[in-house]
């Protein structure tokens, strides 16, 4: 049996940044995070593609709220607190600096996970908060104002309680049968299945200012589209999976998209080939790519619409005119599953928000309870917003926990 104040369930990024807050505002209070595996830290590991996206440039908490499908109502009064800027600083205050990049993701200067990961094994090992390995939790009891963690190997006991283990089913058991409601859990962050002619020679290619619709839904987002080997990817889908986790998952994963590679409407479009028609009488519509998009996924398009690769512009008819603005500006595609974005994995789900109080991230059913990070049910689009919800969350937690 281990005696500790303050115990953490789950070795992720939220963990990790709640128990180094806890140690140095309290440095007499004993703390321990306990982690189900052989490592912790394992999902900051992978993101970012290894470079670890520790937060987005988006400095106005009415704006970053704005990026949570789930949690921006609860979210707003949180990011007053501890935001972007914060994580920044904080991160400055141990050595580590991040960088702005084009699309406002913010990485280490260092472009490694392992920099941020060095951070948090330093700080917890010179705060003396014990990291604790291959403890998966098995049940949490409350009896008389102690928490009780049985693993497979120890039984713990500890005055306050942290949880932060991401989307894990068995910790959500158990905290259901500690009185808490879980909504169930959803994948939200993730690419399209499409097998289509269209785009299955061209994987890589992207289209830069696109506007993605589900079909006999509200759901539309824009931004850059990537073709993949197995469909499409890129901000643009990625936040209609986000935004659209529920519906889409109803629909079991197969429905129907309109892709506008170009986002402009159908008559503006009309107009500029209309101009082409007249400037490019003599050169093939096929090797005459237009609105910036990809010479690839022009031509893709241009064999939809049933134009020969040695039709002219000087040749083209009406109807064929109007078949190629139906293909840049609402192309039908239809979706036949779902892949996981690169190796990270979100999903939509977990403890009911409504029994949270958000000025301290506390239970409303136990004072001793805290959470924070992906185990409530706050998900974001990809861009470095799943991290700033865990560094929130875990630094407000914080601050009431080590009082």
Aim: glycine share 8%; hydrophobic share 40%.
């Amino acid at each position: 049996m281990k005696h500790y104040d303050v115990i953490i369930i789950g070795g992720g990024a939220a963990g990790f940044f709640g128990a180094i807050n806890i140690a140095q505002l309290n440095p007499d209070l004993k703390v321990a995070i306990l982690e189900r595996g052989k490592e912790v830290l394992t999902k900051v590991k992978v993101s970012g593609g290894g470079r670890c996206n520790v937060t987005h440039a988006e400095f106005d908490p009415r704006e970053l709220v704005k990026y949570y499908p789930r949690g921006e109502k609860e979210l707003l009064g949180p990011f007053h607190k501890f935001m972007t800027g914060d994580t920044i600083g904080w991160f400055e205050e141990r050595g580590v600096t991040l960088k702005i990049e084009d699309d406002g993701r913010m990485f280490p200067v260092t472009n490694s996970s392992q920099t941020i990961i060095d951070c948090f094994l330093n700080e917890t090992h010179k705060l003396g908060v014990e990291v604790l390995k291959n403890q998966a939790v098995k049940s949490i009891e409350f009896e008389n104002d102690i928490w009780n963690i049985a693993t497979q190997q120890d039984l713990f006991f500890a005055k306050k309680l942290l949880v932060t283990s991401g989307s894990n089913v068995k910790v959500w058991g158990m905290l259901q049968n500690l009185g808490h409601s879980i909504v169930s859990p959803v994948p939200s962050l993730f690419t399209f299945n499409i097998n289509d002619q269209r785009i299955k020679s061209i994987p890589g290619v992207v289209a830069k200012h696109a506007t993605v619709k589900v079909l006999d839904s509200q759901l539309e987002s824009e931004g850059p589209l990537l073709v993949t080997h197995v469909g499409m990817s890129a901000p643009s889908i990625l936040k209609l999976s986000a935004f659209g986790a529920l519906e889409l998952a109803r629909r079991n994963y197969k429905f129907k998209i309109a892709v506008n590679f170009i986002s402009i409407d159908k008559d503006s479009c009309l107009e500029t080939l209309k101009a082409s028609k007249a400037q490019l009488s003599r050169k093939t519509i096929y090797n005459s790519a237009q609105f910036e998009l990809p010479k690839r996924l022009w031509q893709q398009l241009v064999l939809a619409s049933h134009i020969s690769k040695e039709l002219r512009w000087a040749d083209i008819n009406r109807e064929q005119l109007e078949g190629l603005v139906q293909q840049l500006t609402h192309a039908e595609f239809t979706v036949n599953g779902k892949s996981t974005f690169k190796e990270e994995f979100v999903t939509a789900g977990g403890v009911e928000l409504k029994e949270i109080d958000f000025k301290t991230f506390r239970s409303k059913l136990y004072e001793s309870l805290y959470f924070a990070g992906e185990v409530l049910n706050i998900d974001a689009v990809t861009g470095g917003f799943n991290f700033q919800n865990a560094w929130t969350g875990a630094y407000i937690a914080a601050q009431h926990i080590s009082k």
